[in-house]
């Protein structure tokens, strides 16, 4: 057992280190492990995916993402998320509020079907649309003498995504749903509002951060699925191909650098999706240590009544 | 009357929260609902808001029956024990909710916006986000959000509860003061039976869902209904005697009990000041030593070691207990002015859990 003014004499020598820290030898063999790791894995494949995608000059690079058919790879994609993303958001605003709010039998099955997704091989989850919509599957004959196509169409992929992307939205919201409480919208009940000012005024302001976050990383996972996507698409180029699935076509076609630019698109849509999600929490963050700081030092804080001639 | 209830029981699961209360309150009054923490007296607040429909029983809002009407159309204020202010609108915004929600004309809103901020002392502060406040401040904003519709009833939920023990002080004056000047009926829900006493015109005593007394202070300090509002509010010795040859006995302690049976035990509560005490060991028939003294501010706290162990709490002012030339240790004389059989059992006392709550006062109303 160290004295304390052992203690204290070894806190001089080094003060920045709390005794209760590793040796500075396993600090940075920690810290240069996981460096090195993303660098591996995360950073140079990363920088790979530009560097081939520029590989022939930028001149092919601006070619090859104007072809039409990439054209419409983006164009599908887009639409695609432009659907699936305004559908989760009302799916989970609605799952969170009713998670959050009420207390009902089956709210824990609700919570982990709400999972599923996260669950299910995407590949098991395309299947699945399969085996309800196809051809062969089980409204497949009444969709097709009704002339619905849904599986190999844009129906079957907005689908897919809707289904791999659902719980973004909803597990953002659940916790601050939680932790914002009910008393503020009660407030607001007594106050004379009804349900749906209550929700416009004081709910959703409250969580805007939260779903603003859920949209954001619904949003990459929407423009960036393809396993699920894969199974339902059938693959018919400048019609049913994604960004991803364009990706993987151009590749399989040998044409590399092609397939780089239109990745390479998809990286960028990646970053930017981390930018926005960073400049998130970097507010909540400080939004968080501005309501934590002591309040402002008041000089009207005296809590007696302003004279009135009545009482004084 | 302003309120009145009727018979109200609320139940949550099998066990009722709240269990045929019947009170009323009257127009402009300013009426304490004091208990202990489970009592029921949060829940019966929010029936009165309408945050909670009563299972059974009726309640009644300036005469009407109100027990189907929502909440935005009772016409209350209601202040939650956290404020629950709007934490996205500022000082101004939060004040004017309710006007807006109610359609009042813009001018309109900002006079009476600017009449309350001026009312609460909070003029400056219009701009400021509650996350920007002080404890005391944000009570005052939710308070003034509450009031600013011209609510028929003001409601609030342990409204010192979240402030510091100063500023707790300075808010008591502060809400008498203002129930003063706008005569708006006003009901709050109390743990602290000082709080009560001091705030409040009537106080309603809850414990586990039941009604135990409605009274002034005065009333419910002097005139306890029974055991559970007697040890409630304010300190009172409580001694378990057993009857013997006409006489209640504990330790040396004797107290008249003629109409008792012989074998009787009777449970009597006196409060500190009924204990009177002398230097002089002749004056007084009990003798006791002075074990310890408690400085409480103006008054003082005694306590008292019987040769049998018994313990008992007096109090007198700093000044008497100069005059007597009092300190610890030493020997006094004292005797009991006056007291108050509990309660009484021939068999034996119930535990005290079954008996505060039930059995009222039959006998000795001595005080």
């Known amino acids: 057992m160290a004295s304390p003014i052992k203690t204290r004499l070894r806190a001089a020598r080094n003060p920045s280190r709390r005794s209760t820290e590793e040796s500075p030898v396993v600090k940075w063999l920690l810290i240069s492990i996981a460096l090195a790791f993303c660098l591996v ?3 140079l494949p990363l920088l790979n995916v530009f560097a081939q ?18 054209w419409a790879a983006i164009r599908l994609t887009l639409l695609v998320a432009a659907i699936s993303v305004p559908v989760n958001v009302v799916f989970g605003v609605a799952a969170s509020w009713a998670i959050a709010k009420f207390n009902f039998r089956g709210k824990s099955l609700l919570i982990t079907l709400i999972d599923l997704p996260f669950s299910v091989s995407p590949v098991v989850a395309g299947l699945m649309f399969v085996v309800l919509f196809g051809l062969q599957g089980f409204f497949g004959k009444w969709l097709d003498e009704h002339n619905l196509k849904i599986i190999f169409a844009v129906p079957g992929i907005v689908l897919a995504t809707v289904f791999i992307t659902f719980p973004f939205v909803a597990r953002e919201l659940i916790p601050v749903m939680q932790a914002t409480g009910a008393e503020q919208e009660q407030a607001a009940l007594t106050l004379g509002a009804n349900g749906w000012q209550t929700f416009w005024h004081v709910t959703l302001p409250s969580v805007k951060w939260g779903l603003l976050y859920g949209v954001i990383l619904c949003t990459a996972r929407a423009m960036g699925e393809f396993g699920a996507v894969s199974v339902v698409s059938g693959h018919i180029t400048g019609q049913t191909d994604t960004m991803p699935l364009h990706v993987e076509k151009l590749y399989n076609e040998f044409n590399g650098p092609a397939a780089f630019a239109v990745a390479s698109l998809l990286a960028l849509l990646a970053l930017l999706t981390l930018i926005l999600k960073s400049l998130l929490e970097w507010k909540e963050a400080r939004d968080l240590a501005r309501a934590q700081q002591p309040a402002p030092p008041d000089s009207k804080a005296k809590p007696q009544m302003p004279a009135r001639e009545t009482t004084r | 009357m302003s309120i009145e209830l009727k018979n109200v029981t609320k139940a949550f699961g099998p066990v009722p929260a709240v269990n045929q209360v019947t009170f009323s309150v009257k127009e402009g009054e300013l009426m304490a609902l004091l208990g202990p923490s489970g009592g029921g007296k949060t829940t019966v607040l929010r029936m009165i808001a309408g945050l909670e429909m009563p299972t059974a029983g009726d309640i009644f809002i300036r005469g009407r ?10 016409n209350i204020g209601f202040v939650f024990q956290s404020y629950a202010l709007f934490k996205n609108m500022t000082v101004a915004k939060n004040i004017a909710f309710g006007l807006k929600i109610k359609k ?3 001018p309109d809103i900002l006079s009476r916006v600017e009449e309350l901020l001026k009312l609460f002392g909070l003029e400056g502060l219009e701009k400021r986000y509650p996350h920007q406040l002080s404890g005391g401040q944000r009570q005052r904003v939710a308070i003034a959000r509450a009031l600013a519709p011209k609510p028929s009833v003001l409601l609030l939920d342990e409204p010192f509860g979240a402030v510091d023990a100063k500023i707790r002080q300075e808010l008591r004056e502060w809400l008498v003061t203002l129930h003063h000047d706008l005569n708006v009926t006003t ?6 039976q000082e709080e009560a006493m001091e705030v409040s015109n009537r106080i309603v005593i809850f414990s586990r869902g039941n009604l135990e007394q409605i009274g002034t202070p005065r009333e419910v300090y002097e005139q306890p209904a029974n055991e559970f509002v007697a040890r409630f509010i304010g300190v009172m010795n409580v001694l378990d005697t057993v009857v013997s040859g006409g006489v209640a006995r504990i330790g040396e302690m ?8 012989e074998g009787c035990l009777l449970r009597i509560g006196f409060r500190p000041y009924a204990v009177q005490i002398s230097t002089d060991l002749a004056l007084f028939p009990y003798r006791a030593i002075l074990r310890h003294t408690f400085f409480l501010g103006i008054m003082l706290r005694l306590e008292l070691e019987l040769p049998s162990g018994l313990i008992l709490r007096s109090r007198m002012t700093k000044e008497d207990y100069a005059q007597l030339g009092l300190e610890d240790g030493r020997a006094i004389s004292f005797q009991i002015r006056n007291y108050r059989v509990l309660a009484r059992e021939s068999a034996g006392l119930p535990t005290e859990k079954e008996l505060s709550y039930q059995l009222p006062p039959t006998i000795g109303e001595h005080i």
């Open chain 1, 41 to 43: 894995f995360l950073l």
């Open chain 1, 53 to 70: 995608a520029f590989a022939k000059g930028w001149r092919y690079y601006l070619e090859s993402l104007y072809t039409p058919d990439a």
């Open chain 2, 65 to 74: 029956r109100v027990n189907e009407l929502p909440v935005q159309e009772r």
């Open chain 2, 104 to 106: 009042w004309k813009r």
């Open chain 2, 187 to 192: 009901i709050f829900v109390t743990h602290d």
């Open chain 2, 254 to 261: 004797q107290f008249p009990a003629h109409d008792q049976p």
